[in-house]
């Protein structure tokens, strides 16, 4: 949508506010006309009146493109409009006949003189009355969601999505998130973005209740980005993670301030629930860092009011082979911690994820873990970090150790020139994070180690064939 012409909607519910000239639009008329007469209450659908009142105003398709204003005269007869359905909103009565379906209508109608929304988000909180709130508590709690098309090609979709929530599977559900498709009905779009803005406690309660993972989808689908803001409201942990989840699709979400403030609030409430939980958010969002920058961003600030075992699992949550893309975002999440005044916690945080590499060992006690260069990896800097925190002379013994190991390989038995070559690459991309971390203690603003290079010197050239992993 234009941001201009969300900015006149803007301006003109605004000035709907005030009093002035009211007058419904013919369309919707005829509709609350019809809904009057019917005795018994059909099944109701918003778009028709959406189309209606857009053929009635034509100048809005050109102002939703062109973020062109109307004339004066167009002008007043929009506002009026508007005037007229927030007057009718606030105002709406549950013990009318047919009152549910009068309530659709005037959502339906006013999506259509709104853009995207943001006039009504503007003047929601005053224009809602508690009967309104109750009439769209109501509407929202009904409504029957389902995955789109989708349901119709993979019949057990929901069922899957429901199974992966309640088995914390959340890595496969944030895989599944944005492939299913859900299209909520105009008017349902625009009683959520109401409510979200005039009572967001209420919808954070409807949320609760429903406890269902394809209606906390659709409600993140209306509100976008925002939902991150409701989802600290609610105590619901799947519909946290799916409003995280929503956001991390959104391209046009940059990092911002903001966005990273409402994301540690979110983390931080993770963190105080189930260590299981924990886990679980931490192997679906951050097996590789690098590609939500508020998130690491969040994450590198909330690490430092957690504990070990906190620590453990984000470490054990990357994804280390072939990680070197996620050594740079790992270090930046990090480095707050690095310049916080805790020695003792940041002694304990290298030391955790030393002991989660060195347990991994570059894949060392995987069958197909053959290395044909020294490597980088997720953890180098926290691992680096580590070995600078060292006493200087059990430094220079971890590194005379393995500069020994890497002089003396070949008087090892390997069953074959792959192993040989795996092992020596292995022992080479533990020394550079001993150097490195050597390199830090003296004083290097470097966070992490510089590039990899083959060996210099013919016979090793020669002997170890080089390939550079890192290309890829």
Not at 26 to 34: D, E, G, I, R, Y
Not at 255 to 282: E, G, I, K, R
Request: aromatic share 10%; with cysteine; glycine share 6%.
């Amino acid at each position: 949508m234009n941001p201009a012409a969300m900015s006149l909607a803007r301006v003109r519910f605004q000035a709907a506010l005030t009093p002035g000239v009211s007058a419904a639009p013919v369309a919707l008329s005829q509709l609350l006309t019809q809904l009057r007469t019917d005795t018994q209450p059909q099944a109701f659908d918003a778009e028709p009146i959406g189309h209606s009142t857009g053929d009635e105003f034509p100048f809005l398709p050109y102002m939703y493109a062109m973020g062109t204003p109307p004339d004066d005269a167009a002008s007043e007869a929009w506002e009026a409009a508007i005037r007229w359905l927030l007057t009718a909103l606030r105002n709406w009565d549950a013990s009318d006949g047919n009152s549910l379906n009068y309530l659709r209508a005037m959502l339906g109608t006013i999506t259509a003189l709104d853009a995207n929304l943001a006039g009504l988000a503007g003047v929601a909180a005053q224009v809602a009355s508690p009967q309104l709130i109750a009439g769209l508590r109501h509407f929202i709690e009904s409504i029957d969601v389902g995955p789109g098309f989708n349901e119709r090609r993979f019949p057990e979709l929901r069922q899957q999505i429901e199974a992966l929530a309640s088995s914390g599977n959340l890595e496969q559900l944030w895989h599944m998130v944005p492939h299913v498709n859900a299209f909520p009905p105009p008017d349902f779009w625009t009683a959520v973005v109401f409510m979200f803005n005039a009572e967001p406690a209420e919808l954070a309660a409807i949320i609760e209740r429903r406890n269902d993972v394809l209606f906390s989808l659709i409600i993140c689908s209306v509100i976008g980005t925002q939902a991150v803001v409701l989802a600290s409201r609610v105590n619901n942990l799947v519909f946290k993670f799916v409003s995280v989840a929503n956001s991390w699709q959104d391209g046009s979400a940059g990092p911002s301030q903001s966005a990273q403030s409402t994301l540690q609030v979110l983390l931080l409430q993770v963190a105080q629930t189930s260590a299981a939980d924990w886990t679980a958010w931490m192997q679906a969002l951050f097996k590789a860092p690098g590609h939500n920058p508020s998130l690491d961003a969040a994450l590198g600030t909330v690490l430092q009011q957690l504990s070990q075992a906190h620590w453990t699992a984000f470490f054990k949550g990357l994804s280390l082979n072939y990680s070197h893309r996620a050594a740079a975002p790992v270090a930046n999440i990090l480095v707050p911690f690095t310049n916080s005044t805790n020695a003792a916690g940041k002694t304990l945080m290298w030391a955790t994820a030393h002991k989660v590499w060195s347990d991994w060992g570059y894949g060392k006690h995987e069958g197909d873990g053959a290395m044909f260069a020294p490597a980088a990896c997720a953890l180098d800097f926290p691992v680096a970090m580590y070995y600078a925190s060292l006493q200087i002379q059990d430094r220079l013994a971890e590194e005379s150790k393995l500069q020994e190991a890497i002089k003396t390989v070949e008087q090892e038995w390997f069953n074959s020139v792959t192993e040989l070559v795996t092992e020596r690459n292995r022992l080479k991309s533990c020394l550079r994070l001993v150097q490195h971390g050597t390199a830090l203690a003296n004083g290097s603003d470097q966070a992490l180690p510089p590039p990899i290079l083959p060996d210099a010197d013919h016979y090793a050239k020669t002997r170890y064939h080089y390939h550079d992993v890192n290309i890829f």
